[in-house]
């Protein structure tokens, strides 16, 4: 059974960076997208963008200038880094696992962390 | 980018009441690339249906989806009390992969 697990800082400050990583468990990286959604307080999903085992991205043009993701197959894991934070920022992220090649859906997702954005 | 307008935003129903929810996008979803998710609070969301109508495996077969081009929707017969949650469709056609605003189901 595929597991995703995110961590990290669950408070930063505002115009810092916001640094995730989500552990993967249970299966392999290779031939997935490993994607970033968040969902601010009481609102709609937002999907950030994804990252496939090879370290190709794709990220939001909403949020473009700021995004950057990483993969690690050698760790499992995946990282975001989310630059000059607002309020704006704070949401729960969740990582989740893109079955791009057979169901097109997001299929395993982490439990989601939720980062506030405040000095 | 796709905008992806599910309908309604709430709905009550009563268990065993048959409901469906509509989501319709503004440009054609190519390959029927449409997945439906349940969320309940605290929790992440859940995959139900992939490529607009395929059961994802383990998910009991009330729930159903249908849909082309640019209207889909999703079918829970029979609610059971554990079916009272949030639903979200998501277009995964094109990116930036984007998701309907939700509609919230509760108990009547």
């Known amino acids: 059974q595929v597991q995703l697990q995110e961590s990290g800082p669950g408070l930063v400050k505002p115009s810092e960076t916001l640094s995730l990583t989500c552990s993967v468990s249970?299966?392999?990286?290779?031939?997935?997208?490993w994607t970033w959604t968040r969902q601010s307080p009481g609102k709609g999903l937002e999907w950030i963008g994804h990252?496939?085992?090879?370290?190709?991205?794709n990220y939001n043009p909403s949020l473009k200038s700021r995004v950057t993701m990483s993969v690690d197959t050698s760790k499992n894991q995946i990282s975001l880094k989310v630059t000059s934070v607002t309020a704006a920022d704070t949401a729960v992220y969740y990582c989740?696992?893109?079955?791009?090649?057979?169901?097109?859906?997001?299929?395993?997702w982490g439990q989601g962390i939720l980062v506030t954005v405040s000095s | 980018d796709i905008q992806m307008t599910q309908s309604p935003s709430s709905l009550s129903a009563s268990v065993g009441d048959s409901v469906t929810i509509t989501c319709r996008a503004s440009?054609?979803?190519?390959?029927?690339?449409i997945n439906w998710y349940q969320q309940k609070p605290g929790k992440a969301p859940k995959v139900l249906i992939y490529?607009?109508?395929r059961l994802q495996s383990g998910v009991p077969s009330r729930f159903s989806g249908s849909g082309s081009g640019t209207d889909f929707a999703l079918t829970i017969s029979s609610l059971q009390r554990e079916d009272f949650a949030t639903y979200y469709c998501?277009?995964?056609?094109?990116?930036?992969?984007?998701f309907g605003q939700g509609t919230h189901l509760e108990i009547k």
């Open positions: 490529t607009a109508s």
């Open positions: 989740a696992r893109m079955d791009y090649y057979e169901s097109g859906s997001h299929d395993y």
């Open positions: 990252i496939y085992d090879t370290g190709s991205t």
């Open positions: 440009q054609i979803v190519r390959d029927s690339l």
């Open positions: 249970g299966g392999s990286m290779s031939g997935y997208y």
């Open positions: 998501q277009q995964t056609y094109t990116t930036p992969y984007t």
